[in-house]
Each structure stands twice: as structure tokens, then as C-alpha cells.
């Protein structure tokens, strides 16, 4: 297949904003056995029907196990402290990467399960700090050897979606100039010298994802879902990719019908094509199901 072809179905599927799947499965891309041979990037989603209760609070117990599963799976350890052992070092500074938009903030719980953890493997409680904005000047983000990103998925007006890779928005100093074009060249903040190679860990939140909104900072609670899971993996471009299918699916449920979202979702694929951040090839992840099953979607 030529490039010229590729770039048509880039802007025709991304425009549309349509599952990545068609965009990147043709085998006419690689060779068959290049592809059979290729070790495809590993995602875990959880899922547990507990970890949120009639009134929308989270069980802080069950987040905690939601996130070990996960996390031992990634890793190969059959013992949690171990697993988290794998991911950070007891001498690491560690910034956890989080996210405070009002109406769908990163849970206190989940940053709680996380600091724990860390405390569990051995890294000192001075040497662990939690934010999210104006995390480009902050001297403690500054020193980090290690960060944790996890944010909560949703639609976003500017981006198409806020995932793994927005997230990074905030170590930027002027984050208003990655807005044009929507959002295409997030990507490469992850490249920038106080954020490259840092980052050991992704936590995709979809306990209740945003899957539809309108304008600017707009939130319904008629388009939030008890989804009841996390996608966690080291690929935030794959997490994404995952986020970006989940939120279609759940689109086509609600509305009945396929429904573009209100920004094309570019960001995604750029970070893969052009930044090689991570692959946005729903064909080469590997997602690893844990728990519940009911409505999955994906």
C-alpha cells in the first residue's frame, strides 16, 4: 500500500473518528509473518462491580486490588509489592501525574491506592508528591526519576479525547499552544527533557468515563457510565487507542448509531505515526481482561 494511500485513510477515518482497527489492520502494511512474529503491547483492564456503590463512592479496598491485579499481570509477579517492585524503585522520586477538572477528577482513592503502594515497595513518603497543574515549574516534578500518569477518560472539545497523553498537557508552560489543529502534536511534550523516559506507569481511569460533551468544559451526568474499570499498561498511546474504542462503543449504544465526536481524534494516531510514543493499532495490543464481564464493550 503507498503512503499516499495511507494519508487518505488517515484523514478520512480520523475525521470521522472511527475505531483505529481499520486504520491500521491491513496486512498489506507488513508481511504476514512480520507481523505474527511482532510481540504486541500488553494492556490490562479491570473491571469490578463493587468498586463503585449506589451513591457513586468509591471502595478504596477494591481500587487497591483492582490495581495490583493489574499490575502483576503486567509485570509477571505473582505477589503485589513485588509486582510494584517491577515498576518503581525504592531510591526513585516518584511525581504521580493526576488530574483535577471539577466535575471528573482523578478519585482521591485512586491517588491513595497508588501512594500506598509506592510506600509498600520502599520509596520514602518525601520523595512521593501527587498534582496535576503547573507541574512544569514544580522543583520536586522537576527532580523526579519516575511518574505515574493516571487521569480519568472523557471527551474532550479540544482534543477529542482526554486520555494518557493529554494528561501531559500541564508540563508545558503555555499549554493553550498545543490546542490547534486538535490537539495533533500532544505527543510531543513526551519527548521534552524533563518528561522523556520518566513516565513508568499509565492508569487509565473508567470507572465512570465522559463518553459525549459540547463545547468547552461541558459536563452532563445523563453521559457518564458506571463502566467500573481501569486500563493500566506502559504504552499510553495503546491506552488511549483502548479509551477511544470503549467511548465509541458506548456512543453507538447510546445513540443507536455511529456518531462522530465533536473533534477528530488525531492526537491518538499522531503520537504513533509521527512521535513513535506508542502503538495506536488496536491489532497489536495484547488487552488482558480481568473481572467483571457485564457490558464490556471491548
Not at 519527548?191 to 513508568?200: D, E
Request: net charge positive; proline share 5%; charged share 25%.
Amino acid at each position: 500500500m503507498s503512503e499516499k494511500i495511507i494519508k487518505g485513510i488517515t484523514r478520512r477515518d480520523f475525521l470521522k473518528g472511527t475505531a483505529y482497527a481499520a486504520l491500521f489492520g491491513s496486512l498489506s502494511l507488513i508481511g504476514k509473518n512480520e507481523l505474527f512474529a511482532e510481540k504486541k503491547t500488553k494492556v490490562v483492564l479491570v473491571r469490578d462491580p463493587e468498586v463503585i456503590d449506589a451513591r457513586n463512592r468509591i471502595n478504596q479496598e477494591v481500587i487497591l486490588k483492582m490495581l495490583d491485579q493489574a499490575v502483576m499481570v503486567l509485570t509477571g509477579e505473582k505477589e503485589p509489592i513485588s509486582a510494584w517492585r517491577k515498576i518503581i524503585s525504592p531510591k526513585d522520586i516518584v511525581g504521580i501525574k493526576s488530574n483535577v477538572w471539577a466535575p471528573l477528577p482523578t478519585p482521591h482513592e485512586v491517588e491513595n491506592a497508588i501512594k500506598k503502594r509506592l510506600l509498600d515497595a520502599g520509596v520514602e513518603k518525601k520523595n512521593i508528591k501527587i498534582k496535576d497543574r503547573g507541574v512544569w515549574r514544580d522543583s520536586f516534578f522537576k527532580k523526579a526519576t519516575a511518574y505515574i500518569n493516571v487521569r480519568p477518560l472523557r471527551t474532550h472539545h479540544w482534543s477529542g479525547i482526554g486520555g494518557c497523553i493529554k494528561n501531559y498537557i500541564q508540563f508545558v508552560p503555555r499549554p493553550w499552544e498545543y490546542h490547534g489543529d486538535s490537539c495533533a502534536n500532544l505527543a510531543k511534550i513526551w519527548h521534552l527533557p524533563h518528561v522523556r523516559g520518566k513516565t513508568r506507569l499509565n492508569i487509565l481511569l473508567v470507572l465512570t468515563p465522559l463518553f459525549h460533551g459540547i463545547g468547552p468544559h461541558h459536563f452532563n451526568p445523563a453521559y457518564v457510565w458506571p463502566y467500573k474499570g481501569i486500563f493500566v499498561g506502559k504504552d499510553p498511546v495503546a491506552l488511549d487507542a483502548l479509551g477511544v474504542h470503549l467511548l465509541q462503543e458506548k456512543r453507538k449504544q447510546y445513540f443507536g448509531r455511529y456518531r462522530a465526536f465533536a473533534t477528530p481524534v488525531k492526537h491518538v494516531y499522531i503520537a504513533d505515526r509521527k512521535y513513535r510514543l506508542g502503538t495506536a493499532d488496536l491489532n497489536k495490543i495484547e488487552l488482558i481482561k480481568i473481572g467483571w464481564k457485564e457490558d464490556i464493550l471491548i
